[in-house]
């Protein structure tokens, strides 16, 4: 297992990561989170080398992709970086990538009863929305808790003590996340625990992906 103690902060700078081989030639993955080797639980950046492509396979709790760069495809279409995708519980594809991607992967994370398919261009303006202070936000997935956004983050935007029931995701995007135990550029993932408190701020323009309410409710007997 890696990273799945999740009453614990975890970041993680994927820039610093090696690539390791998937089974498939042409495959790449930095694991960030993964309770299996080959099943179950995993949060991961791939990468497909330009032509390359996997295997068709279903996600029983289903999968759920971010592209970051490049263009990924499957069998319903191509989908550029920006896209964000939710395939449902029970779902199945052949993706493959003619000139390369690079994506933030989860699998096996759904709950069992959500089973909304999702395709959005997060790189479209007019679907974003003004937020709390100056933030811009773009509402991706909400089911049962879990709320699934893109985050832009003015330069000069400071919060104070934020947490999260069931937890937070971050995956930063571009510019530099900040709080008062670090800094945080763009490729790095974090994830915080439940009620976790911290005060976030960005001194530049900062883009993130994030995800709250959808981690294990800890025990607390």
Same mark, same amino acid.
């Given at each position: ?12 700078? =994927? ?46 709790? /289903? ?13 319903? $279409?191509?989908?550029?970086?920006? =896209? ?15 000139? /390369?991607? =690079? ?27 003004? /937020?709390? /202070? ?52 763009? $490729?790095?993932?974090?994830? =915080? ?29």
């Amino acid at each position: 297992m890696l990273n799945m103690q999740f009453d614990q902060r975890v970041i993680i700078d =994927t820039n610093a990561q090696d690539w390791q081989p998937s089974p498939i030639e042409g495959v790449l993955r930095k694991p960030l989170a993964r309770e299996e080797d080959e099943r179950g639980h995993a949060t991961s950046i791939v990468k497909y080398a330009p032509k390359s492509e996997f295997r068709r396979h279903e996600h029983p709790l /289903g999968e759920e992709i971010l592209v970051l760069d490049g263009v990924f495809s499957d069998e319903n $279409g191509d989908y550029p970086a920006g =896209t964000y995708i939710r395939n449902p519980p029970g779902s199945s594809h052949a993706p493959f990538s003619l000139v /390369g991607c =690079t994506l933030l992967v989860k699998l096996h994370q759904f709950s069992s009863h959500d089973f909304h398919q999702i395709r959005i261009n997060t790189r479209d303006e007019t679907q974003w929305i003004d /937020g709390q /202070g100056r933030l811009r936000i773009l509402p991706l997935h909400e089911f049962n808790g879990e709320q699934v956004a893109m985050i832009q983050w003015p330069a000069g935007q400071h919060f104070f003590s934020i947490s999260h029931f069931c937890g937070e995701e971050v995956f930063v995007i571009s510019g530099e996340y900040r709080d008062e135990f670090g800094k945080y550029p763009a $490729g790095v993932w974090m994830r =915080t625990p439940h009620m976790f408190e911290y005060n976030p701020f960005a001194e530049e323009d900062t883009l993130l992906w994030v995800k709250v309410g959808h981690l294990p409710y800890p025990n607390l007997a």
